[in-house]
């Protein structure tokens, strides 16, 4: 059973930091690209960043550039997305993504990130 587990989200001040982790399990991890999305109440579900299966081309979202750095363990089956410099409207719950062309995707359950003072 495919699964995508998230955790490291929470409650913290503008400007601070967090680290989130989603670690896969029930597939083969490094044949997928990894992606991490959020979406925040009302608003519509946005790619915050890309990683290929073996890490070497990463992409970002605008807003996120300069502040968020996606990386992956193969070893461990695990993509990470360090986030610095949060702002309030980083507030959302981010989702995990695994993905493959003529496969389908899997979905992790999310993780709440509250930037707020």
């Known amino acids: 059973q495919a699964q995508l587990v998230e955790s490291g989200g929470g409650l913290v001040q503008p400007g601070g930091s967090l680290r989130l982790s989603c670690a896969a399990s029930?597939?083969?991890?490094?044949?997928?690209?990894m992606r991490w999305y959020r979406q925040a109440p009302g608003k519509k579900r946005e790619l915050v960043a890309g990683i290929s299966t073996n890490g070497d081309s990463t992409n970002y979202a605008d807003s996120v550039k300069g502040r968020f750095t996606i990386s992956r363990d193969n070893d461990k089956n695990t993509v990470y997305l360090q986030m610095n410099s949060l702002k309030p409207e980083d507030t959302a719950v981010y989702l995990c993504n695994a993905f493959r062309i003529l496969y389908r995707d899997y979905w992790g359950q999310g993780t709440q990130v509250t930037v707020s003072s």
């Open positions: 029930g597939f083969t991890f490094s044949s997928y690209g």
